[in-house]
């Protein structure tokens, strides 16, 4: 007869609890502990880079180098068990059966010393795909969501936590839900935009579909990571309550209530002078008394000594541990630091016990939940030596998430391209898969730190692509570097333009870690200019009077007002993972049709518009006022096709609302081309007049829908009156009585004339548990 704890006809709470009662103080602490099996070696100095590309040593992790040098052993980490085991796939280039056998050694041998032969929970980083030697690459997120199709994020994500799952691997460390407030933050390439309602949408069906293949989904950085001064990784957030409450925390409640996030990770950067590791009005009143989050929360890397280091709020990392826990922390990662003192601080009355078991519990509830305290579980069984991570399923969804997130900017008729045409392909990124890869896929992540250009898997390049389709070989030149170039280099390129039909100009970023790349982690700009000498090189090619078909390949967005009127085209990739280079000529050949709508506006100059456009009238064009004007030249929301759409006969289902009611909003979609194609079809609300500042125009729903020639649909958003709330004077979230704006349109900037709807009544404080969605009706006409 089986001990409760390991009996899995028991709710897990109940084994939970019999099994805390039974383990001692260390026991308890060392499930809260992570360790990092990871080869230092593989870190020695790189050969000098190749010209034009930064230098790629780098950590993977922020100070990982000086966290390495006190951390404590193997040995000692897991004197007493453990709590999770850092990346054994995802720090070295491992093959699977390597890195499932690395697996299985490390778990057996926790499990001799571990109280009750409690294993340890693998956890993975995962946002590009797994991050292993040989995994798929996908696009990165901001690509997700500039394909607004959250069902193939969700379907994208099954797949990856499908590879996860079957190699051993209990939990990702994705997605961000970081909503970007300035356009020069290094990680723009990571998340999934600016504005809540994408961000939230987006990254909860991540979070649907990573945890459908039973692996735990990790939202991070909770919260407002990416709204630092100036947009420098880990600085200080400047940003108050209603901001926050507003912009930064909609898309982790989404991701707890709608998407049952099982775990959440913090933001490394203070906001207002308090980091959100020691922050207990975040970690816990707002994660859990509010919103009812249930699961674990998992430290960024070092985020806990960070408070001692780095914040400086705690003397010495005993007090760090304390404050953390107390604040509702509950698993440091990636390896023990300051929780390997939480012993003393409990002596020293820092910290309780009872604080104690209530972070432990929570960690064997989900080991529990995981299976991995059933009596059937072993380390052998759990984990495929013979697992294909680049199958054709996943080739054939990273396909689709990159053909339908490409964006087409401007087309003056220059597109689709002839095959038959002369073309001369110039600038860096035609002739360097890795730039279609985000910081954290595993060429980028672990093996460009060597210096080298290996991938670990079969990537076409864009210049191969172009190869195939045109008839004639192009004349290749690279002009520039992504960060370096001569004059010889751009003059050379523009002697090949002027001597061909066409010029198509590649330009973009390089994604890398800590200043290793143009794009990634750590990676941080001080204007929104094209990289290095790029922008040059564009000049130069332009300058010879040659059409230029511009495709940008990019992490971020950057400045094109200086450029775009001469363009005959314009098309923006947000690093579109290992089947780019198709995606992208596919819409270049015209054999795809693009869909892809911006998630992020596409600023017009390099300083004026490091914000977004969620901004109230003095955040917008303001004559008289200032002389910088804001607006962006294309808009959020804004992408072309090779068809045309119409919006046409908005109406509402009524003209006025109670506080707490809903009204419905229809549109008509068609299709007045001469082709199939896929509309994107934005709702929009304004507040013409409210208590508190608010911004000109948010979007709070959205469909995409695709469209024979000539095919109608029509669309019905049902608007709950939550969905019109906001904080207040008083910090209350409030619907206010009055009149509120709904526009349907194509981008924050092109929208049909806006509709009223009078809200009446008395002013409403909504609880928690608002509705967060706008439902979407699509009836074909």
């Given at each position: 007869m089986s001990d409760i704890w390991n009996d899995p006809a028991v709710a897990p709470e109940r084994r939970a609890d019999d099994l805390l009662r039974r383990l001692s103080v260390e026991e308890k602490i060392h499930q809260l502990g992570s360790y990092w099996m990871r080869d230092e070696s593989q870190k020695a100095p790189a050969p000098s880079p190749t010209e034009g590309e930064p230098n790629p040593t780098h950590d993977v992790a922020p100070m990982e180098s000086d966290f390495a040098k006190t951390r404590l052993t193997w040995e000692e980490s897991i004197a007493h068990g453990l709590g999770q085991l850092t990346r054994v796939f995802g720090s070295d280039p491992v093959s699977v059966p390597e890195g499932v056998a690395k697996l299985v050694s490390l778990h057996h041998q926790v499990l001799?010393?571990?109280?009750?032969?409690?294993?340890?929970?693998?956890?993975?980083?995962?946002?590009?795909?797994?991050?292993?030697?040989?995994?798929?690459?996908?696009?990165?997120?901001?690509?997700?969501?500039?394909?607004?199709?959250?069902?193939?994020?969700?379907?994208?994500?099954?797949?990856?936590?499908?590879?996860?799952?079957?190699?051993?691997?209990?939990?990702?460390?994705?997605?961000?839900l970081d909503v970007v407030r300035d356009y020069r933050w290094g990680r723009v390439e990571e998340t999934c935009g600016e504005d809540p309602y994408l961000v939230g949408t987006t990254g909860t069906a991540y979070v649907r579909g990573l945890q459908s293949a039973g692996v735990i989904a990790t939202p991070k950085h909770f919260v407002a990571y990416p709204a630092s001064r100036a947009g420098r990784n880990h600085a200080p957030v400047p940003m108050g309550r209603r901001e926050l409450e507003e912009y930064m925390l909609p898309s982790f409640e989404m991701a707890v209530r709608e998407g049952g996030a099982h775990s959440i990770m913090n933001s490394y950067a203070d906001i207002d002078g308090e980091p959100p590791a020691a922050s207990r009005r975040l970690l816990t009143e707002v994660l859990r008394e509010r919103w009812g989050f249930t699961g674990t929360v998992v430290s960024d890397y070092w985020a806990i000594p960070f408070l001692h280091s780095m914040h400086r709020v705690a003397p010495d990392l005993t007090h760090a541990g304390a404050l953390a826990l107390r604040a509702g922390m509950d698993v440091e990662l990636p390896e023990f630091a300051a929780y390997s003192h939480l012993a003393q601080a409990i002596d020293a009355g820092l910290v309780t016990e009872a604080e104690l078991d209530r972070a432990v519990r929570r960690v064997l509830v989900q080991k529990i939940e995981c299976g991995l305290l059933d009596p059937q579980w072993s380390p052998e069984v759990s984990a495929d030596a013979q697992r294909d991570l680049d199958s054709p399923r996943n080739r054939a969804i990273a396909r689709r998430m990159a053909e339908e997130s490409v964006i087409l900017l401007k087309n003056d008729g220059a597109l689709p391209l002839s095959p038959a045409r002369r073309v001369a392909v110039i600038g860096p990124s035609w002739g360097e898969a890795r730039s279609f890869m985000g910081c954290y896929s595993f060429p980028n992540h672990v093996l460009a730190r060597d210096g080298g250009k290996a991938t670990g898997l079969a990537i076409k390049g864009l210049g191969d692509a172009f190869r195939e389709y045109f008839d004639a070989e192009p004349s290749f030149v690279r002009g520039t570097g992504f960060t370096e170039g001569t004059d010889q280099g751009i003059a050379q390129a523009a002697k090949e333009a002027a001597a061909a039909d066409v010029a198509i100009v590649t330009v973009g970023d390089i994604a890398g870690m800590f200043g290793t790349g143009t794009s990634g982690e750590g990676c941080d700009v001080v204007d929104l200019g094209l990289p290095g000498r790029q922008g040059e090189?564009?000049?130069?090619?332009?300058?010879?009077?040659?059409?230029?078909?511009?495709?940008?390949?990019?992490?971020?967005?950057?400045?094109?007002?200086?450029?775009?009127?001469?363009?005959?085209?314009?098309l923006q990739a947000f690093m579109p993972g290992v089947e780019g280079a198709d995606a992208i000529t596919g819409v270049i050949s015209g054999r795809l049709n693009p869909s892809g709508r911006l998630p992020i506006a596409i600023p017009a100059t390099r300083g004026g518009q490091p914000g977004t456009y969620l901004v109230p009238p003095l955040g917008w064009i303001s004559d008289g006022i200032s002389n910088l004007d804001p607006r962006p030249l294309y808009p959020f929301g804004y992408g072309l096709s090779f068809t045309e759409f119409a919006l046409t006969d908005a109406r509402i289902s009524a003209p006025q609302m109670v506080p707490d009611g809903s009204v419905e909003y229809s549109v008509t979609a068609t299709n007045i081309g001469e082709r199939a194609g896929a509309d994107?079809?934005?709702?929009?609300?304004?507040?013409?007049?409210?208590?508190?500042?608010?911004?000109?125009?948010?979007?709070?729903?959205?469909?995409?829908?695709?469209?024979?020639?000539?095919?109608?649909?029509?669309?019905?958003?049902?608007?709950h009156a939550d969905r019109c709330s906001f904080i207040g004077r008083d910090y209350n979230r409030i619907v206010e009585p009055g009149e509120i704006q709904l526009a349907a349109g194509h981008s924050s900037e092109h929208r049909l004339p806006a509709l009223s709807v009078e809200i009446v009544g008395e002013r409403r404080i909504v609880p928690e548990g608002r509705v967060l969605v706008t439902p979407v009706r699509v009836e074909h006409l």
């Open positions: 001799r010393h571990a109280p009750y032969a409690i294993p340890a929970l693998p956890h993975e980083e995962c946002l590009t795909g797994f991050t292993a030697l040989g995994a798929t690459v996908y696009p990165a997120a901001i690509a997700w969501a500039a394909a607004w199709r959250p069902e193939l994020v969700e379907e994208m994500a099954n797949a990856i936590g499908s590879d996860l799952r079957a190699v051993g691997v209990y939990q990702g460390l994705a997605p961000l090189l564009l000049n130069a090619v332009l300058n010879t009077g040659t059409p230029v078909v511009l495709v940008l390949i990019t992490g971020r967005p950057y400045a094109l007002g200086e450029y775009a009127d001469r363009c005959s085209a314009i994107v079809v934005q709702l929009y609300l304004s507040d013409p007049w409210a208590e508190v500042v608010r911004p000109l125009k948010q979007l709070i729903g959205y469909k995409k829908v695709d469209l024979a020639s000539g095919e109608s649909v029509r669309l019905t958003f049902t608007v």
